[in-house]
């Protein structure tokens, strides 16, 4: 399928996990693709394998929390790729596994801004360009997280509940001009930021099989199959579908824990 011929995307957290899976998904269907990664040299890489594609490719190192480079990033993108059709707001960090009543104003404010703000910021850029010309879809990785309760992770679960409610309240704004937001919604996914999880606990074996207890299905996702969501709510595929919470959880939300 090529899907996204002519298309420009934008990845956000491209340089690995789903965003890295998500910009290489859009490439092998035609879209030119800008990737944001705060790592220079993941930034190179994707962009490198976009290009193996057969598409256009820009790697930018990004600190996603400063709306300044967010700014650059987009206006790079915009002059050397074009203006983007589709914008991946995937980049995300971690919280330390503490207790609400251990984690501080500075935890809250570094993953809310990172992970919620960057999205706010990056969609407030590309909109103007899409309601203009009537067309364009913008995909927010959320997580299984932010719809269910989850011991020693309050501030990351409140940076994607976040992001669920502000989609909503977003496409309720741009559906009129043509222009589709929607959530993405992972359950575990295997991920460099999940094996970091693992890799530090007392018991990494024993973390990994809670991890794949989480779920109905008996193991954890993979950044692809999260990719191939995010390719088809940013598809004319979903065309009709804009505000809506896409779940990819293995049965994460059904299986509660």
């Given at each position: 399928?090529?899907r996204?011929?002519?298309?420009?995307?934008?990845?956000?957290?491209?340089?690995?996990?789903?965003?890295?899976?998500?910009?290489?998904?859009?490439?092998?269907?035609?879209?030119?693709?800008?990737?944001?990664?705060?790592?220079?040299?993941?930034?190179?890489?994707?962009?490198?394998?976009?290009?193996?594609?057969?598409?256009?490719?820009?790697?930018?190192?990004?600190?996603?929390?400063?709306?300044?480079?967010?700014?650059?990033?987009?206006?790079?993108?915009?002059?050397?790729?074009?203006?983007?059709?589709?914008?991946?707001?995937?980049?995300?960090?971690?919280?330390?596994?503490?207790?609400?009543?251990?984690?501080?104003?500075?935890?809250?404010?570094?993953?809310?801004?990172?992970?919620?703000?960057?999205?706010?910021?990056?969609?407030?850029?590309?909109?103007?360009?899409?309601?203009?010309?009537?067309?364009?879809?913008?995909?927010?990785?959320?997580?299984?997280?932010?719809?269910m309760?989850?011991?020693?992770?309050?501030?990351?679960a409140?940076?994607?509940?976040?992001?669920?409610?502000?989609?909503?309240?977003?496409?309720?704004e741009?559906?009129?001009?043509?222009?589709?937001?929607?959530?993405?919604?992972?359950?575990?996914?295997?991920?460099?930021?999940?094996?970091?999880?693992?890799?530090?606990?007392?018991?990494?074996?024993?973390?990994?099989?809670?991890?794949?207890?989480?779920?109905?299905?008996?193991?954890?996702?993979?950044p692809?199959?999260?990719?191939?969501?995010?390719?088809?709510?940013?598809?004319?595929?979903?065309?009709?579908?804009?505000?809506?919470?896409?779940?990819?959880?293995?049965?994460?939300?059904?299986?509660?824990?």
């Open positions: 399928m090529k996204f011929e002519s298309s420009v995307a934008w990845v956000t957290g491209g340089g690995g996990g789903i965003g890295r899976s998500a910009a290489l998904r859009l490439a092998s269907e035609g879209a030119a693709v800008g990737i944001s990664t705060i790592d220079a040299g993941e930034a190179a890489t994707v962009a490198a394998e976009c290009e193996a594609h057969g598409v256009r490719a820009l790697g930018i190192p990004t600190d996603m929390a400063d709306p300044a480079q967010v700014r650059d990033a987009h206006q790079r993108i915009a002059e050397q790729l074009g203006p983007v059709d589709v914008l991946v707001n995937n980049v995300g960090v971690n919280q330390p596994a503490t207790l609400f009543l251990d984690t501080s104003d500075e935890v809250f404010e570094r993953i809310l801004t990172v992970n919620f703000m960057s999205a706010v910021r990056a969609t407030r850029l590309v909109l103007p360009s899409m309601i203009e010309r009537r067309t364009g879809s913008v995909v927010n990785v959320a997580s299984a997280q932010g719809l309760g989850w011991p020693m992770a309050s501030a990351y409140s940076s994607k509940g976040a992001m669920m409610a502000w989609t909503r309240q977003v496409a309720n741009i559906g009129e001009h043509g222009v589709r937001i929607n959530s993405i919604v992972p359950g575990a996914t295997m991920t460099a930021m999940n094996q970091a999880v693992m890799d530090d606990a007392e018991d990494p074996e024993g973390q990994r099989a809670s991890a794949i207890a989480l779920h109905i299905l008996p193991r954890m996702g993979e692809d199959e999260v990719a191939a969501a995010i390719a088809f709510a940013a598809s004319s595929d979903a065309a009709f579908m804009t505000g809506s919470t896409l779940v990819i959880d293995g049965g994460c939300l059904v299986k509660g824990h």
